[in-house]
């Protein structure tokens, strides 16, 4: 069983950058496909990004595209997520989420399935973006 602990959040100011990272422990996620997803106060999970292997070609919500970098490193057991240029309208909690079915199909699958129906959840980081 996967376990997924993210850290990294805090508070920043627009403009600036964060990075965060998702640590997993209980077994090797090198065959999941790892994701990203955040949940703003009042409003539904949603996808940001998802990876299958490292070098694959990600997959990224129209939103973060070009500002937002996620990446893996599976000797770590770990993947992170670079977020540039921040906008107070990514405020929210972030999550780190592993599914091995994803790997097998795509990236974007991971966007696509149900979020119930994805292997493991970290339990979130929060990211506040200052105005």
């Known amino acids: 069983q996967v376990q997924l602990v993210e850290s990294g959040g805090g508070l920043v100011q627009a403009g600036g950058s964060l990075r965060l990272s998702c640590t997993a422990s209980g077994r090797s996620v090198s065959n999941y496909a790892m994701g990203w997803f955040r949940q703003a106060p009042g409003k539904e999970r949603e996808f940001v990004a998802a990876?299958?292997?490292?070098?694959?070609?990600?997959y990224y919500t129209d939103s973060v595209k070009g500002r937002f970098t996620i990446s893996r490193d599976d000797a770590a057991n770990t993947v992170y997520l670079q977020m540039n240029s921040l906008r107070p309208e990514d405020t929210a909690v972030y999550y780190c989420?592993?599914?091995?079915?994803?790997?097998?199909?795509?990236?974007?699958?991971?966007?696509?399935?149900?979020?119930?129906?994805?292997?493991?959840w970290g339990q979130g980081t929060l990211v506040t973006v200052s105005s």
């Open positions: 990876i299958r292997w490292s070098g694959s070609w990600p």
């Open positions: 989420a592993a599914d091995r079915d994803c790997f097998t199909t795509s990236s974007q699958a991971m966007a696509e399935v149900p979020l119930n129906a994805l292997d493991a």
